[in-house]
């Protein structure tokens, strides 16, 4: 009973938090899919050429980009925060500890950045760069389309402390995770689609040590293809912690390089490599993710279509801030003096 009272007040709590989201957010400026038409008709072109050549050279480098883009976005809102470096007036979301060891591909963002200083100076935000380049990044390697709204503005700032508060972790409860989506104004719904994205990610054995020497084979069950995965994953990652910690594995074993909906299939099966992706299906609290789980893994139309519509909203989330004091960075990486 008591249990039950608590449930109860953690929706509750989530309900309010959703309308205060939503209030927030109604206010901010809207975005335009013609914010450069006249500006810098080339951006779409040179982001997309150069993505290309990024995950021509290796197909990892999409889910870099991705992962860049969430991370950017759960932070101050998509204002390229994620992308600045430290100085001696700023502490940058680079070294969070959520983030030191899981970011990369800030490279190909400066290459962009780059030509797009070519060909339109002080144009072009890194922020609307990273939107378009996460967007490319997933097509190629065989996901939806989406279109992407533009004019965001780079921030001056950025959220050390906040990356830490708002990022979800791999051991997180689903009640805590779904909250924290609620507080960027995204549903259940778009959480469950979002996480999706795994299906091309890799993942630190210090993020999934737990989950494997943990409940993977109560989940898994006695499956002779599940038994094997495991003790794949054993060899990569030690019960001892720190000797392989940063040793990686593919979140979705079957198609690593490939964005489709085998990471729902894999939770089905109990194989979800971290725990809180397997919470979306085996969690007690799993009533709504398990059907969206089960929903996804059968049907790849749905979910290309979801994670569509989840994307476009994830990447309006703004930094209102950025409206009055936001700017156009020369470099990614600093902002301008």
């Given amino acids: 009973m008591a249990a039950s009272l608590h449930s109860k007040g953690l929706i509750l709590q989530l309900i309010i938090l959703a309308l205060c989201i939503i209030a927030l957010h109604a206010s901010e400026p809207p975005l335009t899919l013609d914010y450069y038409k006249s500006t810098c008709p080339s951006v779409i072109e040179v982001v997309r050429k150069e993505m290309e050549c990024a995950v021509l050279s290796d197909p990892r480098n999409a889910a870099l980009i991705l992962r860049l883009h969430f991370h950017d976005c759960f932070v101050q809102g998509c204002d390229a925060s994620v992308l600045l470096d430290d100085t001696i007036t700023l502490e940058g979301e680079k070294k969070a500890s959520n983030n030191i060891h899981a970011l990369k591909g800030f490279s190909i963002i400066d290459r962009i950045k780059n030509r797009l200083e070519s060909d339109c100076p002080a144009t072009v935000s890194c922020a609307d760069i990273l939107t378009i380049a996460a967007r490319d990044a997933v097509i190629l390697v065989g996901g939806p389309y ?192």
Avoid at 233 to 243: D, M, Y
């Fill in 146 to 337: 989406w279109p992407v709204p533009l004019g965001r503005k780079d921030s001056k700032t950025a959220g050390y402390a906040l990356s830490d508060a708002n990022l979800p972790t791999a051991d997180e409860g689903l009640l805590s995770i779904i909250s924290k989506f609620i507080y960027q104004g995204l549903s259940v719904t778009d959480m469950v689609a979002l996480s999706g994205a795994h299906t091309i990610g890799k993942a630190r054995c210090v993020n999934f040590r737990d989950r494997i020497y943990g409940d993977f084979s109560t989940t898994a069950g006695t499956n002779p293809a599940s038994k094997s995965y495991l003790s794949k994953l054993k060899s990569v990652c030690s019960p001892i912690k720190g000797s392989s910690d940063q040793n990686k594995s593919a979140m979705d074993y079957t198609t690593p390089n490939l964005f489709d909906n085998s990471y729902y299939q894999m939770l089905l099966r109990g194989e979800g490599l971290i725990n809180s992706d397997q919470e979306l299906y085996s969690g007690i609290l799993a009533v709504q993710t398990k059907k969206l789980v089960q929903k996804y893994a059968e049907n790849a139309v749905a979910f290309f279509e979801q994670f569509a519509e989840s994307m476009v909203k994830m990447g309006n989330i703004t930094n209102a801030d950025t409206y009055t004091n936001g700017e156009v960075r020369r470099n990614c990486r600093f902002v301008n003096t």
